[in-house]
């Protein structure tokens, strides 16, 4: 018989019951983890502060939805940069280009993020300017 621990929903515990002496038992044999998805881990200051201040301040949630994408894609990739055209960052947030436009311009104007191209054509690289991981290491 497995039971579930409620508590933690991202852990199972395999157990069996045991009868012993007319005592039940409960043994606990391991943990199984029953997602076998990655999980990306994003720091506390892009909930906490991020999310409030580009939503609640600047009015702009799409630049949030487009930095979490770039956060993502830079874990995945792991390289300090990583390309994407305006149609993949469309894609992966479910915004037009033109609102992914604007969100890219609402992080470079708030310096969260810098933009390369080598050409006026060419597809831009991104990378994330995490200005509070410098903050706390002083």
């Given at each position: 018989m497995e039971e579930y621990d409620a508590c933690f929903p991202a852990q199972?515990?395999?157990?069996?019951?045991?009868?012993?002496?007319?005592?039940?038992?409960?043994?606990?044999?391991?943990?199984?983890?029953?997602?076998?998805?990655?999980?990306?881990?994003?720091?506390?200051?892009?909930?906490?502060?991020?999310?409030?201040?580009?939503?609640?301040?600047?009015?702009?949630?799409?630049?949030?939805?487009?930095?979490?994408?770039?956060?993502?894609?830079?874990?995945?990739?792991?390289?300090?940069?990583?390309?994407?055209?305006?149609?993949?960052?469309?894609?992966g947030t479910g915004l037009s280009k033109s609102a992914v436009q604007t969100a890219v311009r609402a992080l470079r104007r708030r310096s969260l993020i810098r933009v390369l191209k080598t050409s006026p054509t060419a597809v831009p690289e991104y990378e994330l300017v995490r200005h509070w991981v410098r903050r706390r290491a002083r």
């Open positions: 199972v515990q395999s157990s069996v019951i045991i009868e012993a002496d007319g005592l039940r038992q409960q043994e606990v044999h391991g943990v199984l983890h029953y997602s076998a998805m990655q999980h990306i881990p994003i720091d506390e200051y892009v909930i906490d502060v991020l999310l409030p201040d580009l939503t609640g301040h600047d009015h702009v949630p799409t630049a949030f939805l487009v930095y979490v994408i770039l956060w993502t894609a830079l874990y995945r990739a792991g390289e300090k940069r990583v390309a994407l055209s305006l149609q993949d960052l469309a894609n």
